[in-house]
């Protein structure tokens, strides 16, 4: 079964950076366009960056210039590096393969990420 495992999250203060980790098990990275998603209270789950195999990358407006996603297939991990922190970054944020997103059953736990005024 796949599985996605997002760690690294924590209370960080307005302006300071966190980075967070993905990691697969059951299954390995190297074929997938993998993303980054986020769910704030009372909100939508969004998608906040992604990578595709070929390593090129987009980001959303809300982070473009802050926040850096990488890949490392041969750990099987891929990363989400976020700096300059706002209040508004505050959610759980999710790692998923790009074409699963829209299945229920295929999110992990997700990581929270707090970033206090």
């Known amino acids: 079964q796949v599985r996605f495992v997002e760690s690294g999250g924590g209370l960080v203060q307005a302006g300071g950076s966190l980075g967070l980790s993905c990691t697969a098990s059951?299954?390995?990275?190297?074929?997938?366009?993998m993303g980054w998603y986020r769910q704030a209270p009372g909100k939508q789950r969004e998608l906040v960056a992604r990578?595709?195999?070929?390593?090129?990358?987009y980001y959303a407006d809300s982070v473009k210039g802050r926040f850096t996603i990488s890949r490392d297939n041969a750990k099987n991990t891929m990363y989400l590096q976020m700096n300059s922190l706002k209040p508004e970054d505050t959610a759980v944020y999710y790692c998923?393969?790009?074409?699963?997103?829209?299945?229920?059953?295929?999110w992990g736990q997700g990581t929270q990420v707090t970033v206090s005024s």
């Open positions: 059951g299954t390995t990275f190297n074929n997938r366009h």
């Open positions: 990578i595709r195999t070929g390593g090129i990358t």
């Open positions: 998923n393969d790009i074409a699963l997103a829209t299945i229920v059953g295929t």
